[in-house]
């Protein structure tokens, strides 16, 4: 390929290129942010609020 073809090949290719590794990029964060939470509120779950509890903001 010569060089201007290069130029117009990518030209035309790197913006649709871009927004999908845009969206991509956007899935992957929101989805690490879900399991994050989601490990959080199974801790808490699993092991009790301790000082966070109601309990312990009462005096029990």
Do not use: H
């Not at 030209?11 to 399991?35: C, D, H, K, N």
């Not at 989601?38 to 779950?45: D, E, G, H």
């Not at 609020?49 to 312990?56: E, F, K, Q």
Request: glycine residues 6%; aromatic residues 16%; charged residues 10%.
């Amino acid at each position: 390929m010569t060089a201007p073809n290069v130029v117009a090949k990518w030209s035309a290719w790197a913006p649709r290129l871009l927004s999908v590794l845009r969206i991509f990029t956007a899935f992957i964060f929101i989805q690490a942010g879900t399991a994050v939470c989601c490990f959080i509120w199974l801790y808490v779950s699993a092991a009790g609020a301790g000082p966070w509890s109601l309990d312990a903001k009462r005096g029990k």
